[in-house]
């Protein structure tokens, strides 16, 4: 077990029936007689604490030097949880918690339970007061807020022959600063959970687990610093549901522009998918009145299963829009025969789905079949032998049906450099080689010499 000493408060006063609307804030003042009851109000930080203290007891010490009218020796002083955070210490009174704004009842709000409040009796000599506060400091610290107290004598409204006063200590005490009011915490140290994990092999969602502390009642999970799980039970494992989903860049597609007279050829460009975002998850351990520290951190993602599935679809006339879904246009390359004939033409996309991923569509492209009796290219040959110099050849050829397979050309003809020398080392049966819009597509054979072949 460890101690820690709080002191001193960060601000008091004490407020008087009597005079309703004065500010005092020194000495703490406490009296209990009728119409002209005293009482102190205190506010302590509690940053001193470490981060997973486990408070098992706290102690309010006030000093008391001084009394008046009857001896209060006997008399109970209870402290009591002030449900004011924001009152102004150089403002607060009887009736307001700060200039123009009123207590709900003169004298301070407060409550007696929830969290309950702690008493002590007056001593015989002066001395330090020991008022147990635990709940109310718990209270805070569980909830991150400072500690606000109310003290005051149990019984008020006394008649003049029986009335007390009595006066502590406030911070404001110079001659001997020890004597200023104070906190003593005594707390173990609550540990954070170990072990954790986080799953990158689901599409769904990011599981989380960890070791449990022992005598924790519940657990928070925080995903990049935020609880994301509220708080849970007695579990060592959660599923987080809400982490980013595995994404699809749908990209564009690309229909043919009459490059063939039996379809259109559908293709996608620029396709891409991935993981879900990479996140950072921390959990904490609570049980009453008990937090831990954060844990270590672990980092996880939804992942992207890559189970894709294609929907082509197509127009309904020559414009983007009234689209329809394509029979069998399931893949990520099709060929639709069912586009029409030449010259209509029609817009193409495709829903691109994936398991818990968000369906996507790529943008759309416009394309059509080739008219039925059109070239298939239009193309430039050209004739080289094999050590690479140009022989001839043919511009702007059309070349419907070649069959490179077995070098059937169409008939055409060409002339060669008007330079004989150029032919001179020709030998038959010597090699050409032929290119086509500059790719190799066949070597044959030169069967004679002559300026045309």
């Given at each position: 077990m460890a101690t820690a000493t709080i002191q001193p408060n960060t601000k008091n006063i004490y407020a008087r029936q009597?005079?309703?609307?004065?500010?005092?804030a020194t000495p703490l003042c406490?009296?209990?007689?009728?119409?002209?009851?005293?009482?102190?109000?205190l506010e302590f930080g509690l940053s001193g604490l470490p981060v997973g203290a486990d408070i098992s007891l706290a102690k309010l010490y006030i000093y008391y030097y001084y009394y008046g009218y009857v001896d209060p020796v006997g008399k109970t002083i209870w402290a009591y949880k002030l449900t004011r955070t924001d009152w102004v210490e150089l403002e607060a009174t009887w009736n307001s918690y700060k200039s123009g704004s009123a207590w709900t009842a003169a004298g301070g709000d407060y409550v007696t339970s929830d969290p309950s409040g702690g008493s002590a009796n007056i001593p015989a000599g002066y001395g330090w007061i020991e008022i147990t506060i635990t709940d109310i400091v718990l209270d805070a610290w569980i909830n991150g807020k400072l500690a606000e107290l109310l003290l005051k004598?149990?019984?008020e409204d006394l008649a003049i022959e029986s009335r007390s006063s009595a006066l502590c200590r406030s911070r404001e005490y110079a001659a001997d600063t020890s004597k200023r009011p104070k906190i003593i915490v005594t707390y173990d140290i609550f540990p954070a959970p170990t072990n954790i994990a986080a799953t990158n092999s689901l599409s769904d969602k990011v599981t989380v687990t960890w070791t449990k502390t022992t005598?924790?009642?519940?657990?928070?999970?925080?995903?990049?610093?935020?609880?994301?799980?509220?708080?849970?039970?007695?579990v060592d494992t959660y599923d987080d549901t809400g982490a980013d989903p595995p994404t699809i860049t749908p990209g564009d597609a690309v229909?043919?522009?009459?490059?063939?007279?039996?379809?259109?050829?559908?293709t996608i460009d620029g396709f891409s998918f991935a993981d879900g975002t990479e996140h950072t998850y921390k959990v904490k351990a609570f049980k009453?009145?008990?937090?831990?520290?954060?844990?270590?951190?672990?980092?996880?993602?939804?992942?992207?299963?890559?189970d894709l599935t294609y929907q082509w679809q197509r127009s309904a006339a020559d414009s983007d829009a009234s689209y329809s879904n394509i029979t069998g246009g399931i893949s990520?390359?099709?060929?639709?025969?069912?586009?029409?004939?030449?010259p209509a033409a029609r817009y193409f996309k495709c829903v691109i789905s994936m398991t818990d991923a968000a369906t996507q569509t790529t943008a759309a492209d416009r394309g059509y079949r080739r008219r039925a009796d059109a070239p298939a290219n239009v193309v430039n040959i050209i004739i080289k032998n094999r050590d690479g110099d140009t022989l001839g050849h043919v511009m702007n050829l059309s070349t419907p049906g070649i069959d490179y397979r077995i070098n059937k050309l169409p008939s055409c003809s060409f002339k060669l450099p008007s330079d004989e020398a150029v032919c001179e080392h020709l030998v038959y049966p010597d090699e050409a080689w032929l290119y086509i819009n500059g790719e190799l597509k066949d070597i044959f054979k030169i069967t004679g010499k002559g300026k045309q072949r």
């Open positions: 009597a005079y309703p609307d004065s500010n005092t406490f009296q209990d007689y009728l119409n002209e009851a005293m009482r102190s109000i004598f149990e019984t005598g924790a009642t519940g657990y928070r999970v925080y995903r990049d610093d935020v609880d994301v799980s509220g708080l849970l039970g007695d229909a043919t522009d009459g490059k063939r007279s039996g379809y259109v050829r559908l009453a009145y008990a937090e831990s520290d954060y844990s270590s951190e672990a980092t996880g993602y939804r992942w992207a299963k890559g990520a390359t099709y060929n639709d025969y069912g586009a029409p004939a030449y």
